[in-house]
């Protein structure tokens, strides 16, 4: 059994655990309240309780550590896991700075560890499905792929997403499943950006409309803000036919469709277990390490984007 550290044990903590039950049980976990990680303890049947940080990821017998702290702690908390000779899967955005993020990536590769972002897009089996009928040719040649996301967050400038310091703004929220859903889709290098950004009174980016051209002749758009709702939609255009993702951030159904109107429903997995697909492909490419998943490229590529975005405004 592999063995897992959770650090950090809020509400997304949770829904890891809970996917984790199908698989086996919880190594240990880590909190900055003692008395919460107790409790998270008793709740998933945890064997071990550390009282920081720092002793979970120190604790040899501990070989893969999921990160959920607050966005401003990844990257310490990443190169910590990584000089400890653990395997990280780090809940997203794992981070906004490219160059730093690099040096995560080449130390991960170096040392022959693991290192993802808990990007649930590049796990659904439904998109594994998708890319098999695109190298089928079902869509025909890809021309564009679209993702859009709005998530209202209540107008409260000390929340943690309007707040540089922590690591809000939309990008960083939500910008990620947006931009990884293109990157995952979109072949070729990303070329050319045009962007539109509006900012939210405490700084952070409250609003973007991204166009991205790729060296294959493909186009991409994002749309994404954290001030009003948007559906959670994606699509995948081919010159044969498109397909439309509702939810798509966990989706287990599509429509495709063709030029003369007639639509197909795909379904393929299952929302719910989300996660559970997470965790098992991380678990096989600890296993394995020729297992052939190219997790961290798809990633360093999309926080490539969201660095040249931030810094551009």
Same mark, same amino acid.
């Given at each position: 059994?592999?063995?897992?550290?959770?650090?950090?044990?809020?509400?997304?903590? /949770?829904?890891?655990?809970?996917?984790?039950?199908?698989?086996?049980?919880?190594?240990?976990?880590?909190?900055?309240?003692?008395?919460?990680?107790?409790?998270?303890?008793?709740?998933?049947?945890?064997?071990?309780?550390?009282?920081?940080?720092?002793?979970?990821?120190?604790?040899?017998?501990?070989?893969?550590?999921?990160?959920?702290?607050?966005?401003?702690?990844?990257?310490?908390?990443?190169?910590?896991?990584?000089?400890?000779?653990?395997?990280?899967?780090?809940? #997203?955005?794992?981070?906004? &700075?490219?160059?730093?993020?690099?040096?995560?990536?080449?130390?991960?590769?170096?040392? &022959?560890?693991?290192?993802?972002?808990?990007?649930?897009?590049? /796990?659904? %089996?439904? =998109?594994?499905?998708?890319?098999?009928?695109?190298?089928?040719?079902?869509?025909?040649?890809?021309?564009?792929?679209?993702? $859009?996301?709005?998530?209202?967050?209540?107008?409260?400038?000390? &929340?943690?997403?309007?707040?540089?310091?922590?690591?809000?703004?939309?990008?960083? !929220?939500?910008?990620?499943?947006?931009?990884?859903?293109?990157?995952?889709?979109?072949?070729?290098? =990303?070329? @050319?950006? #045009? /962007?539109?950004?509006?900012?939210? %009174?405490?700084?952070?980016?409250?609003?973007?409309?991204?166009?991205?051209?790729?060296? @294959?002749?493909?186009?991409?758009?994002?749309?994404?803000?954290?001030?009003?709702?948007? %559906?959670?939609?994606?699509?995948?255009?081919? $010159?044969?036919?498109?397909? @439309?993702?509702?939810?798509?951030?966990?989706? $287990?159904?599509?429509?495709?469709?063709?030029?003369?109107?007639?639509?197909?429903?795909?379904?393929?997995?299952? @929302?719910?277990?989300?996660?559970?697909?997470?965790?098992? $492909?991380?678990?096989?490419?600890?296993?394995?390490?020729?297992?052939?998943? /190219?997790?961290?490229?798809?990633?360093? !590529?999309?926080?490539?984007?969201? !660095?040249?975005?931030?810094?551009?405004?």
């Amino acid at each position: 059994m592999i063995k897992w550290g959770i650090i950090g044990l809020g509400h997304i903590a /949770h829904e890891f655990a809970e996917g984790m039950k199908p698989l086996h049980a919880i190594y240990g976990v880590a909190a900055r309240d003692l008395q919460r990680a107790r409790t998270f303890q008793k709740q998933y049947d945890v064997q071990k309780v550390y009282e920081s940080y720092d002793s979970l990821i120190e604790d040899e017998e501990v070989d893969v550590v999921y990160i959920a702290t607050v966005n401003s702690q990844h990257y310490k908390n990443i190169m910590k896991c990584l000089k400890n000779g653990k395997h990280v899967l780090c809940e #997203k955005a794992i981070w906004g &700075n490219y160059q730093e993020m690099k040096i995560a990536y080449e130390y991960a590769k170096e040392h &022959n560890l693991i290192l993802s972002e808990a990007m649930t897009i590049y /796990h659904m %089996p439904l =998109f594994e499905k998708i890319q098999e009928m695109i190298k089928e040719g079902r869509l025909g040649k890809i021309k564009y792929v679209q993702a $859009d996301l709005g998530s209202l967050k209540e107008d409260d400038p000390e &929340n943690r997403f309007f707040s540089k310091a922590l690591g809000g703004g939309a990008m960083l !929220d939500i910008g990620t499943y947006t931009l990884s859903f293109l990157r995952y889709f979109l072949t070729g290098e =990303f070329e @050319t950006m #045009k /962007h539109v950004m509006i900012p939210y %009174p405490t700084g952070v980016d409250e609003m973007w409309s991204i166009g991205i051209a790729t060296s @294959t002749g493909e186009m991409g758009n994002a749309n994404m803000t954290f001030r009003a709702k948007l %559906p959670k939609r994606a699509i995948v255009a081919g $010159d044969k036919a498109y397909v @439309t993702v509702y939810n798509y951030v966990r989706a $287990d159904r599509a429509v495709l469709t063709f030029p003369d109107g007639k639509e197909e429903e795909i379904k393929y997995g299952k @929302t719910e277990d989300a996660l559970t697909y997470e965790i098992r $492909d991380i678990e096989n490419c600890i296993q394995d390490s020729a297992c052939g998943k /190219h997790y961290i490229e798809y990633t360093m !590529d999309v926080v490539k984007v969201m !660095d040249e975005l931030l810094q551009s405004e």
